[in-house]
């Protein structure tokens, strides 16, 4: 059973996973630290982090291992090969994959781990930044009963809104639907900010009276404003979020499923990209519809 004696490794500390180790610091967990850039990591390590040189002594150095990195190539790497989590992993220990990636991949992470007496979950995240600084983040989550339950206090320090969807891989679709949700919706802010100043409305104004009513979203009511501002900054990268619009598609082409919404989102996120934004966060999607 998890407690505050558990040793937790956290693998990958970027926008997101910086805070979410911080939030079980603090919590009182002893935490390894592994990112390939170390710097990333120095903030955890001051306040009492140990930072491994590789993903194999974090390995077999901590109870559960968490990864958050970019890309369903990046957790192939992690979780497999002689130097990955899967082969160095205590038997009995745990494993969440935090990352947004596929979830036949999850399902295959789920399966090599059983084999060796890991249990592992697919817990993909939402919320931003923002949810990761508070401890707010949607946390959906594929995966046993039993393993969900003995990780929930974990779990709860990172987030609120947690769930268990299903068996191995429910926790990945979900985020694809939370994403295809959102993609369809940063078009609509975009626009209806570029409608606004177009009609020389004071935006500001707009928002406070639009965003309680029934266009309100967490893009309206969070980042909608940063597009005022001209923050740029990310919450989430434009570059992650076309890695996961990506993998939507790909999955709902694989279920039979149209999704002109999510393409043309997709489509347009790719040419912001391809304008030199793919390291913005995803409200710089404004920039197309003012220029």
Known sequence: MVN????????????????????????????????????????????????????????????????MVGYPSDVEEVYFGSNGILENAKQGSFVIDMTTSKPSLAVKIYEAAKEKNIHALDAPVSGGDIGAKNGTLAIMIGGEQEAYDSLLPIFQVMGENIILQGKAGAGQYTKLVNQIAIASNMIGVSEAIAFARKAGLNPEKV???????????????????????????PGFYVKHFIKDMTIALESAKELGLSTPGLELSLNLYKELAEKGEEDSGTQALIKLFEQ
Do not use: C, H
Request: hydrophobic share 40%.
């Open 4 to 67: 505050t004696n558990t040793v937790i490794g956290f693998v990958g500390t970027g926008v997101m996973g910086k805070s979410m180790a911080a939030n079980l610091q603090k919590a009182g967990y002893s935490i390894n630290v592994y990112t390939r850039t170390k710097a990333k990591a120095d903030d955890l390590i001051k306040d009492g982090a140990a930072w491994k040189t590789t993903v194999k002594e974090l390995t077999n150095d901590s109870d559960v291992i968490i990864t």
């Open 207 to 233: 928002l406070d009276s639009i965003s309680t009513g029934a266009a309100a979203s967490y893009s309206l009511s969070k980042l909608a404003p940063r597009m005022l501002k001209e923050d740029f900054a």
